[in-house]
């Protein structure tokens, strides 16, 4: 019976240090390919239409103001379809 707790033990303590290795390891990676590789920036095509129908005011605002709550004032708005 104790060799068999003795054995879980060892299981268990290894299977933790493993598990942290994988953690720190990843992050480590991620931070260091953050630093070297610089963000690209992705810039779409806007599309030319011109039958685009104008938004009323008060839309916007509602709108505006609800990404605001949603987002805690993180969130910006750039543009409005209707779908």
């Known amino acids: 019976m104790e060799e068999a707790l003795t054995l ?3 299981g268990m303590v290894s299977v933790m240090f493993v598990l942290f290795l994988i953690v720190f390891v990843g992050n480590g990676m991620i931070r260091v390919m953050n630093k070297i ?11 030319q239409q011109t039958n685009i129908p104008e938004i009323a005011s ?3 605002a509602a709108i505006t103001s609800a990404i ?3 987002t805690q ?3 910006k ?5 209707k779908i």
């Open 37 to 47: 590789v610089p963000e690209v920036e992705i810039v779409k095509a806007r599309s």
């Open 8 to 10: 879980l033990a060892i």
């Open 77 to 81: 708005v750039t543009n409005i379809q």
């Open 73 to 75: 004032g993180k969130g």
């Open 58 to 60: 008060n839309k916007i």
């Open 68 to 70: 605001n709550i949603l």
